[in-house]
């Protein structure tokens, strides 16, 4: 994965990147999507529907932002700055994504 600069963030479509790389890395382990699926209370096949919805994205970055060490550890795998995601977050927020799905 590509390493996202702190300039990046100033738009909607670096902020979703950010977002949709967390998804990936959730979705990548069982034990790490189990929780934001029951969460959500959707299910795995529903991810596909949802994943580009506002909404759904600050709710994956929530899930990160409030899970220091998962935060931690999709940072070092990103080869992002945490703050990068919390940033993503309030982006993404402020500009329409902190709805209902």
Sequence with gaps: MRTLKPRHLTSR???EEVALQA???LAADP???GPLLAE????????????RAPA???AVLDHLI???ELLLLF???AQIDPGHAVAARELLAHQGGD???
């Design 56 to 58: 759904f994205q600050v």
């Design 99 to 101: 709805h209902d799905l």
């Design 66 to 68: 409030n899970r220091q």
């Design 31 to 33: 034990e790490r999507i």
């Design 75 to 77: 940072a070092a795998h």
């Design 13 to 15: 479509g670096a902020a």
């Design 23 to 25: 998804l990936t890395f």
């Design 40 to 51: 959500s209370g959707l299910a795995p096949n529903e991810l596909r529907r949802v994943m």
